[in-house]
């Protein structure tokens, strides 16, 4: 069962925006890196974006650099990704995920995530 929830995500044609957002349905995750992930039909989850708790310090996948945002507010403890010129190849499961350490720098690493939300799917029509 996922500690994070993720909302947002949609049907949209090429080049559309969209806002994902990410609350913690328990706990308190202002401190810790958060990222987000995504997960296509038939393809491994991989990392979409990172930031650290101050949201000072952020990294993303290449693909996806000068389109994508990731952003918080620790006051309302939301994440958010916004998504802008989206592309048919964005189309995926979209999930947001913590680092348990606090003060931790950012990762792209999956493995290094712990706590996990239950996704929210992002679909991208041509």
């Known amino acids: 069962q996922g500690r994070l929830v993720e909302s947002g995500g949609g049907l949209v044609q090429a080049g559309a925006s969209l806002r994902l957002s990410c609350t913690p349905s328990?706990?308190?995750?202002?401190?810790?890196?958060m990222g987000w992930f995504r997960q296509a039909p038939g393809k491994e989850r991989e990392f979409v974006a990172a930031s650290n708790w101050r949201g000072t310090d952020t990294t993303y996948r290449d693909s996806v650099k000068g389109r994508f945002i990731i952003s918080r507010d620790n006051r309302k403890k939301t994440v958010y990704l916004q998504m802008n010129d989206l592309k048919p190849e964005d189309t995926a499961v979209y999930y947001c995920a913590t680092r348990s350490a606090v003060f931790a720098a950012v990762a792209t690493n999956r493995e290094e995530y712990v706590y996990w939300g239950l996704g929210t799917q992002v679909t991208v029509s041509s």
């Open positions: 328990g706990g308190d995750f202002s401190r810790t890196v």
